[in-house]
C-alpha cells in the first residue's frame, strides 16, 4: 500500500490555498526595491499604534500560555456588539473559525450550499472534510442569487455559507434578500454569514447587519484581519447561539489565538480613531479607483469592500496583465482559484501605492490592447 492510498480520495483532488505572492519574493525575483502589493485585501495603514503598543508589552509574557478563555477580549467583544461572552467565539482569522465548524458540524457525504465564485477558502474546509458541495448560480451582476440559493436549499442542507460582501466580486446580498432567503431556510440548516468586511459595508444603506436582528441558525463570522489592519497575527471572532459556540469550543485548539494576537486585537478595538482613518483612506482611494478603471473601459464590479474585481476578457489576458504588473512592482490578484480565468481583482491601498499601479496600467495598456482589447460583457462570467 502506498501512502497515497490512505489519503481520502476528497483530499486528495483538493488544490491548495494559493495566497497573493509575497513583497520579498517579487523584490528577489524581478530586482526592484518599489512594491506595492494590492492582492491580498490588507489595510494598508497598518495596525493601530494602540495594537503595536498591546503586542509589545506582550512580548513579555510569551513564555506563558495564552489565556483559553480570552476573557478580556470577549469581555470588550461583548460589551461593542451587546452579547454574552458565551456567545463569542474566537479563532485564527474567520477562516479558523470555519475550520472549526467543519469540525463540528460537517461529516463527509454533508450536502453544504453557497454560492458558485464565492470564497475560495470555504470551498477548500467544505470539500476537506468530505462534504458534497452544492453551488448556486450568481445573477448577471454577479450578485449572490437569493431565488437560486431558495431553489437548492432542503432539508439536507446541512450548510448555507454566504460572504456578505462577498469575495472576490466585493458584491453584498441585501437586508430584504437575506429576510427573503431565510424563509426558505430549515432551522436545522447552520447559516454561516462571513461579514470579514463588515467595517467597510456597515454604512451602505441596505446592508444587512447580522447583529442587528438574530436568527438561532446563523453563526457570524468577523475578523482583525482587513479593517483592523492584523492579518499578520491572524484573529478573528464569530458570534452564535450558546449551543453552538459550545461545540465549536469543544473543537477548538486550546490556546489560539496566541498572546500576541489577543493583546493586539484588545489594542485594535480601543483604537476607534484608526478604524475610521483606515476606512476614510479606503473610501477615497476606492472611488479614484473605481474611476480609473471606468475611464479605461474596464467597467469594474461595484464593490463595498477594499478591492475592486475587473474583467480582462480571457485567462491569457489576465496572466498577460497580472504578469506585466509585477513587472513593474505591482501586485494583483488572478481570480483562476475561484473558476474566473477571465477576472483579475486589485485591492485598494495607499495613495502612492494607487498612483503605481495607475501610471503602471497606463504604460502596459497599449500593449495589452494590441493584443486582447477589452471585454464586450464585462459583468459576464
Known amino acids: 500500500m502506498t501512502q497515497k492510498r490512505l489519503i481520502p480520495e476528497y483530499l486528495d483532488k483538493l488544490k491548495v490555498y494559493q495566497a497573493g505572492k509575497p ?14 502589493k494590492l492582492a491580498s485585501n490588507e489595510n494598508p495603514l497598518g495596525p493601530s ?3 503595536i503598543r498591546e503586542m509589545t508589552n506582550a512580548l513579555w509574557d510569551v513564555h506563558r500560555y495564552p489565556d483559553m478563555h480570552a476573557t478580556n477580549l470577549k469581555t ?17 482569522g474567520s477562516e479558523g473559525i470555519m475550520g472549526y465548524i467543519a469540525r463540528a458540524f460537517i461529516q463527509p457525504g454533508d450536502e453544504v450550499l453557497t454560492a ?10 467544505a470539500t476537506g472534510a468530505g462534504a458534497k458541495l452544492v453551488t448556486a448560480k450568481r445573477t448577471e451582476d454577479l450578485r449572490y442569487d437569493v431565488k437560486e440559493l431558495a431553489k437548492k436549499v432542503n432539508d439536507n442542507t446541512k450548510v448555507l455559507y454566504i460572504a456578505n460582501p462577498d469575495n472576490p466580486t466585493g458584491t453584498y446580498i441585501t437586508e430584504h434578500e437575506f429576510d427573503y432567503l431565510m424563509g426558505f431556510v430549515p432551522k436545522h440548516t447552520i447559516v454561516i454569514l462571513d461579514e470579514a468586511y463588515f467595517e467597510m459595508a456597515q454604512s451602505t444603506w441596505d446592508y444587512p447587519d447580522s447583529m442587528k436582528y438574530r436568527y438561532d441558525n446563523v453563526i457570524t463570522l468577523r475578523t482583525f484581519s482587513k479593517a483592523y489592519g492584523l492579518g499578520g497575527i491572524r484573529i478573528g471572532y464569530g458570534f452564535g447561539n450558546k449551543d453552538f459556540i459550545e461545540a465549536l469550543h469543544k473543537v477548538k485548539l486550546p490556546f489560539e489565538p496566541s498572546l500576541i494576537a489577543q493583546r493586539g486585537a484588545i489594542g485594535a478595538i480601543t483604537d476607534y480613531p484608526h478604524l475610521e482613518r483606515s476606512i476614510r483612506n479606503n473610501t477615497k482611494r476606492y472611488y479614484e479607483t473605481l474611476k480609473f478603471l471606468d475611464q479605461k473601459n474596464f467597467n469594474p464590479i461595484r464593490s463595498v469592500t477594499n478591492f475592486i474585481a475587473f474583467k480582462t476578457g480571457s485567462s491569457e489576458a489576465s496572466d498577460y496583465l497580472f504578469n506585466k504588473l509585477l513587472d513593474h512592482g505591482v501586485i494583483i490578484r488572478p481570480l483562476k482559484a475561484n473558476n474566473m480565468p477571465e477576472w483579475v481583482r486589485v485591492s485598494i491601498g495607499l495613495k ?20 486582447f482589447g477589452r471585454p464586450e460583457n464585462p459583468h459576464s462570467l
Do not use: C, W
Request: hydrophobic share 40%; glycine share 4%; proline share 3%.
Open 23 to 36: 513583497i520579498e519574493e517579487v523584490a528577489r525575483e524581478k530586482g526592484l526595491t518599489k512594491i506595492s
Open 49 to 51: 499604534p494602540y495594537a
Open 76 to 92: 470588550k467583544l461583548a460589551q461593542l456588539y451587546k452579547v454574552e461572552k458565551e456567545n463569542i467565539i474566537l479563532g485564527s
Open 116 to 125: 458558485e465564485n464565492t470564497f475560495i477558502g470555504f470551498h477548500i474546509l
Open 352 to 371: 502612492e501605492e494607487m498612483r503605481h499601479f495607475f501610471e503602471a496600467m497606463e504604460e502596459i495598456l497599449p500593449e495589452y490592447d494590441e493584443k
